[in-house]
């Protein structure tokens, strides 16, 4: 039986994707998949004296066999499928999984950049006063730590550190006449020198991450430090110091230690749930802003993410804005 040239790079092809990605399925599966290949192959010979669309008639057969939803759902749901196919449409292979430090990673924004990193990342150690509603696994590790301490010790880091996000804040909306000096020095404890603390523990894992290609930081700011808003002097001013220390560390870091820093608008997390208690609340919120909604803790993860990853390895020192377009855009409605 005569072997086409198409018949043959398939074969070919097949069995370079078999070598490169480690197979999902079981042992079960793939009998069932060459049983169901011999009885398409006697289909196929007699389909070929007809016409002789071979490659054509095969590739069919297969698609139609792969989409039968009982197959499909069985290997569809397997987290070693779901990791390739996640490897193949992201183009990460498997040799750029990543070790990843997130402090404040159990709620808001910290949690969902947790979940979006958990498919590139080999370790996710997540520093935080809780678990709070992160899932904890052999690659998702929660240590307990609160960075309002005067000693913050950051136990069994990774030796190796390639990405590095402290989530942390504080949301302290008071007039000035309202504010007292306790308030100002929560919130830089908090924002700012528990940043501090954080970036000073993992510096020299960020360093031997950085060796072959640099490793990332990524802190938080906020829209308020660029676009002057009533009720947020204290807020602002950490946050303000904050850029100031991003900047500064990608400069002095550069090139081994990328360093960015996002600035968002008020988010729907737990941390601004008053903000969004009822429908009227969040309605109002939302006409504040260009696209005409809240921001969400996936929009700000997703950007975090992108920064943290090497397809953003010629970024550093910069204040990137998430925030619905609040802090460049006017628009009439």
Known sequence: MTTTVWEFKIKARRQELIDFYPSPFSDAD???CEASQTRWNKQTRKYRRRSGCVVAKSAIVQVNHLL??????????????????????????????ENFVIAGGSKGIGLELVRQLEPFANRIDVYARSTGELTV?????????????????????????HG????????NLRSFRGL????????????LLGAVKFLQACLSGLKKGGEAQPSSVVLFS????????????????????????????????????RVNCLAPALTETPLAERFFAT????????????????GQPADVAAMARFLLLPESSWISGQ?????GGLSSLRVQR
């Open 68 to 97: 039968r939803p009982r197959f499909f759902m069985s290997y569809l749901s397997r987290p070693a499928f779901l990791g390739v196919v996640l490897r193949v449409f992201a183009k990460v292979p498997k040799s750029m999984e």
């Open 30 to 32: 793939l009998e069932t």
């Open 137 to 161: 696994s052999d690659k998702i590790i929660h240590h307990c730590c609160d960075f309002t301490k005067d000693e913050v010790q950051l136990d069994d880091l990774p030796e190796t550190i």
């Open 279 to 294: 429908r009227e609340k969040r309605e109002t919120m939302a006409a504040n802003y260009p696209l005409a909604r809240t």
């Open 222 to 257: 906020t829209v308020a430090v660029g676009q002057g808003m009533p009720m947020h002097a204290s807020v602002a001013a950490a946050k303000g110091a904050v850029e100031g220390l991003s900047r500064s560390l990608a400069a002095e870091w550069a090139p081994q230690i």
């Open 319 to 323: 204040v990137i804005g998430v925030d």
């Open 164 to 171: 590095a996000a402290y989530c942390p804040g504080s949301i």
């Open 180 to 191: 007292k000096l306790q308030d100002f020095h929560r919130d830089f404890e908090i924002n």
